[in-house]
């Protein structure tokens, strides 16, 4: 069985998403790479200019992906990957770090394509956001990370319905809730500034392996205790539930009938009968 | 004076915020900063949205946990800070060669202490702002004013809103009747279980409010024509590349800093233009227009005063806006101070919301 397309990428589309995805990049790693005179200049202002930034380009980038490709019955299962994702969020809003909202956008992107899978990461964010009334700053670096986890889902090579696809997509959500980690964090590290632990503090100017050595040491005393559970919890999900997810998503593509072709040939069209006319206007 | 009641635009407390946010991100003086907190949480009181839990003790917390958590940190780790004021030691825990850089334990000394605090300080201000903003007015209420072109990404948010606490109210049911089956509903597998009765109702639900969509003509809200798209896509990709362009050149500075900023600022005109050229729609009335009054134009004013005089303090370097970490009470510049002071007026001059007098 193939894989549906409900959005189906066009190359403008993924241009766009090609380009976000390397300012998205930019806006994560500048540490690494940006000059000391810059840092020591800019390096409080920095991680607002990427968040006013990234909010509007990840905006473009969900106009240009659906744009003329939502009808109705998209929105609709759009909805329901993004009230799953808020509802998530809502449960897990007092244990930190345990969300299994990326389950639901990985088996999103899985079923429904990359297009509908960083679309939906996105929204389910959104949602997620806007339910627990906690938009700020980091949304649109959530954003930007979820979406990505749900396009990459629909990008894995596995065949759709395969016995590998289940240990594939778990492993998939693993990786993803660790490396969604590391990459989230990285957005107020710099802000920390002269202020981190020392030795695991953002140094301007400092040569690359330096700053990524006490990148890495910080991630391991502050954030993987919360990364790790959450790719834990989110493949063992995608084990024991997954197959029938995928079964429960790909049912409802097929009765949206998202594939079926329309042709309209008003020559084939049959005439009514006239018994039909006299019931119809009977009635 | 009398004002009507009724809720003030969102757009014009989401900017209020904004604006005190942008002046408490330029200082580190702890009393400027604690009036930017006191700001918030005055306007909220006098003036929140009635019909939404209120989300400011929430951020307020999170603020006093950051701050706990950074001075705890600092005392166990330190920072980059040395100071000479030492108050009191911690056992020192030898560690192996390869993280030679890390210490834990050591002498506490007040300064980085202060620089800790001062700088959480700042963080907790900003997401008191970010707090304020979400208690003055809900950002859902903000979905109405997205771009036409993303109206139906819009749409999606709206149903996933409506239908998140149902899911929850269907995961309750499904889960009381596993319980009367004699299940306890605990661990990884039963919740497994619930998700697919769960998210098959919700299907259910949604597709059929699809179909009811469909049949009363929601398709034909939004126009595009294919040439009109071209053009916004067109639009988008140039403007996505002016912003690549343009951030290169501000992170580099050895291709020409000059260049970055201009050609970031016509990237991101682009890119918004594309958002405005996309799509158009019908012509349509609204149910309960908000309207935009000179109390919201003045609460605006009112935050960008303090973001202006805040950035001018910080780019001219007025005593006290990044005050040293010394025991002595650091100055408070008076008209910062009064700058902030004055962003605390919309708790007085805008229409109470409408249903909170009982």
Same mark, same amino acid.
């Given at each position: 069985?193939?894989?549906?397309?409900?959005?189906?990428?066009?190359?403008?589309?993924?241009?766009?998403?090609?380009?976000?995805?390397?300012?998205?990049?930019?806006?994560?790693?500048?540490?690494?790479?940006?000059?000391?005179?810059?840092?020591?200049?800019?390096?409080?202002?920095?991680?607002?200019?990427?968040?006013?930034?990234?909010?509007?380009?990840?905006?473009?980038?969900?106009?240009?992906?659906?744009?003329?490709?939502?009808?109705?019955?998209?929105?609709?299962?759009?909805?329901?990957?993004?009230?799953?994702?808020?509802?998530?969020?809502?449960?897990?809003?007092?244990?930190?770090?345990?969300?299994?909202?990326?389950?639901?956008?990985?088996?999103?992107?899985?079923?429904?394509?990359?297009?509908?899978?960083?679309?939906?990461?996105?929204?389910?964010?959104?949602?997620?956001?806007?339910?627990?009334?906690?938009?700020?700053?980091?949304?649109?670096?959530q954003m930007i990370s979820a979406g990505a986890v749900g396009l990459g889902a629909g990008l894995l090579p596995v065949t759709a319905g395969s016995r590998a696809e289940r240990w594939a997509v778990a492993g998939y959500a693993l990786v993803s809730g660790l490396l969604f980690g590391l990459f989230m964090n990285l957005w107020f590290w710099p802000f920390l500034g002269p202020n981190a632990p020392t030795g695991m503090g953002f140094v301007p100017g400092a040569p690359l392996a330096t700053n990524l050595a006490h990148y890495g040491l910080f991630y391991l005393a502050t954030s993987l205790g919360w990364d790790l559970p959450r790719g834990v919890l989110n493949a063992a999900l995608v084990v024991v539930a997954g197959p029938a997810l995928l079964r429960v998503f790909r049912r409802a593509a097929r009765r949206a009938a998202f594939g079926a072709p329309v042709d309209f040939d008003p020559h084939s069209v049959v005439p009514p009968s006239p018994s039909a006319t006299a019931h119809g206007a009977s009635r | 004076m009398h004002l009507r009641e009724r809720l003030q635009h969102p757009a014009a407390w989401w900017l209020w915020g904004l604006g005190l946010a942008t002046a408490a991100s330029r200082t580190t003086n702890p009393v400027l900063l604690l009036l930017v907190i006191g700001v918030c949480a005055l306007v909220v009181t006098e003036r929140r949205?009635?019909?939404?839990?209120? $989300? @400011? &003790?929430?951020?307020?917390?999170?603020?006093?946990?950051?701050?706990?958590?950074? %001075?705890?940190?600092?005392?166990?780790?330190?920072?980059?800070?040395?100071?000479?004021?030492?108050?009191?030691?911690?056992?020192?825990? $030898? @560690? &192996?060669?390869?993280?030679?850089?890390?210490?834990?334990?050591?002498?506490?000394? %007040?300064?980085?202490?202060?620089?800790?605090?001062?700088?959480?300080?700042?963080l907790a201000a900003i997401l008191a702002c970010v707090g304020a903003a979400n208690a003055l007015a809900s950002p859902r209420r903000l979905l109405r004013y997205l771009p036409v072109t993303l109206y139906d990404v819009g749409t999606a948010v709206v149903v996933g809103l409506t239908f998140a606490p149902q899911l929850l109210a269907d995961a309750r049911t499904v889960r009381a009747a596993r319980s009367l089956r004699g299940r306890d509903g605990r661990g990884i597998r039963e919740t497994a279980r619930l998700a697919v009765p769960v998210l098959e109702t919700a299907f259910e639900r949604s597709l059929g409010l699809a179909a009811s969509m469909e049949s009363r003509g929601y398709g034909r809200a939004v126009h595009t024509s294919p040439r009109g798209r071209r053009f916004a896509s067109a639009l988008a990709l140039i403007g996505l590349l002016g912003v690549l362009g343009g951030l290169y050149g501000l992170l580099d500075s050895s291709v020409g800093g000059a260049l970055g900023l201009p050609l970031l600022a016509l990237g991101?005109?682009?890119?918004?233009?594309?958002?405005?050229?996309?799509?158009?729609?019908?012509?349509?009335?609204?149910?309960?227009?908000?309207?935009?009054?000179?109390?919201?134009?003045?609460?605006?004013?009112?935050?960008?005063?303090?973001?202006?005089?805040?950035?001018?303090?910080?780019?001219?370097?007025?005593?006290?806006?990044?005050?040293?970490?010394?025991?002595?009470?650091?100055?408070?510049?008076?008209?910062?101070?009064?700058?902030v002071l004055v962003a605390g007026a919309p708790a007085f001059f805008t229409p109470i919301p409408r249903g909170a007098r009982r």
């Open positions: 069985m193939s894989t549906r397309r409900v959005i189906p990428l066009r190359w403008p589309s993924v241009a766009a998403v090609c380009l976000v995805g390397v300012v998205g990049l930019l806006a994560f790693t500048w540490p690494f790479f940006v000059s000391a005179d810059f840092a020591t200049a800019h390096g409080n202002d920095a991680p607002w200019l990427f968040a006013v930034l990234l909010g509007l380009l990840s905006l473009v980038c969900l106009a240009e992906i659906t744009a003329g490709h939502l009808d109705a019955k998209a929105i609709a299962v759009l909805g329901v990957a993004a009230a799953a994702g808020g509802a998530m969020r809502l449960l897990s809003a007092g244990t930190a770090g345990l969300e299994p909202m990326f389950f639901v956008v990985i088996v999103a992107g899985r079923v429904l394509g990359p297009g509908v899978g960083f679309v939906s990461g996105s929204l389910a964010v959104t949602t997620g956001a806007l339910l627990t009334g906690g938009v700020g700053p980091w949304l649109p670096f | 949205d009635p019909a939404i839990p209120n $989300p @400011l &003790p929430a951020f307020l917390v999170l603020g006093a946990g950051i701050i706990v958590f950074r %001075l705890v940190m600092t005392a166990i780790l330190g920072n980059g800070i040395h100071g000479d004021t030492v108050l009191f030691t911690l056992p020192t825990l $030898p @560690l &192996p060669e390869w993280a030679s850089g890390v210490r834990i334990g050591g002498p506490v000394t %007040l300064e980085s202490l202060l620089f800790a605090l001062y700088d959480a300080l700042r991101v005109l682009l890119a918004t233009a594309s958002l405005a050229v996309g799509a158009r729609r019908d012509g349509r009335t609204g149910h309960r227009r908000e309207r935009w009054e000179w109390t919201e134009t003045l609460t605006v004013a009112t935050g960008a005063l303090a973001a202006t005089v805040l950035v001018i303090a910080s780019v001219q370097a007025w005593p006290g806006i990044v005050p040293a970490q010394s025991a002595q009470p650091p100055p408070v510049p008076l008209p910062a101070a009064l700058a």
